[in-house]
């Protein structure tokens, strides 16, 4: 069974431009949750979709924002980017709301100049 | 809220010793563990998760942890360290119940050195 598969891989923007992150689950998989990780920050948790709805939110401006399909592949997208927002941007996917384990993908470098 | 320590960001250990990376955990209730490591340039592979069942838990690539709640700990071991192993390693800690997010902690970077 194929992976998590993130698309682009890597992606240059500079400030103030917008951008969007392409995610698609494990074939089955109804929850994909988004993460950024950063030297300085870490881990951090952006948001969770489950059947199409945002089910949980990290503590991101409203600059960041995603979405859910019917088929459970998801988007994220970032406006006006800053500086800041240089990261490695990391989905990961689960079976149900319930199970255990998420599953993650390779990511996407997003560096803005 | 839940959280997560990592004791020490980076361990150094030869090739065949033991490998030992701390994880402690705060949760108000019992919670999920998991550990995951993470190759330059790739995301995270799961590498074992305790979800209250045994707690002694096997995960891939040798390595295993022990869930010792009285120590609020979850531990990750290895017997002999490999080459392969070097990597950064995240502890990570959840809620058992929907829609509840990871929190990880800053990771371990494992060096191995022949």
């Known amino acids: 069974k194929a992976g998590v598969t993130q698309t682009p891989r890597y992606l240059i923007k500079t400030r103030g431009q917008q951008v969007t992150l392409s995610c698609s689950p494990i074939?089955?998989?109804?929850?994909v949750s988004w993460y950024q990780q950063t030297p300085g920050q870490g881990l951090q948790f952006l948001f969770e979709?489950?059947?199409?709805?945002?089910?949980n939110k990290g503590n991101f401006p409203g600059r960041f924002s995603g979405r859910q399909f019917s088929n459970s592949r998801s988007e994220m997208n970032v406006s006006t980017l800053e500086l800041g927002d240089s990261a490695l941007y990391l989905c990961?996917?689960?079976?149900?709301?319930?199970?255990?384990?998420?599953?993650f993908g390779p990511g996407t470098r997003l560096t803005v100049l | 809220a839940q959280s997560v320590t990592q004791l020490g960001s980076h361990v150094s250990v030869s090739e065949g010793a033991l490998v030992l990376l701390r994880c402690n955990y705060s949760?108000?209730?019992?919670?999920?563990l998991f550990w995951y490591v993470q190759y330059p340039n790739q995301g995270l592979q799961l590498l074992l998760k305790?979800?209250?069942?045994?707690?002694l838990v096997k995960g891939i690539n040798g390595f295993e942890a022990e869930f010792k709640k009285s120590e609020t700990s979850f531990h990750l071991t290895k017997p002999s360290a490999h080459m392969s192993d070097a990597a950064e390693y995240f502890c990570?800690?959840?809620?058992?119940?929907?829609?509840?997010?990871?929190?990880f902690g800053t990771g371990t970077r494992l060096l191995v050195s022949p």
């Open positions: 074939s089955g998989h109804r929850s």
């Open positions: 990570a800690v959840r809620i058992p119940t929907g829609f509840q997010k990871l929190v």
């Open positions: 305790y979800t209250s069942a045994a707690t």
């Open positions: 979709y489950f059947s199409e709805t945002q089910r």
């Open positions: 949760s108000s209730v019992p919670p999920y």
């Open positions: 990961a996917s689960s079976l149900e709301e319930f199970s255990p384990s998420q599953y």
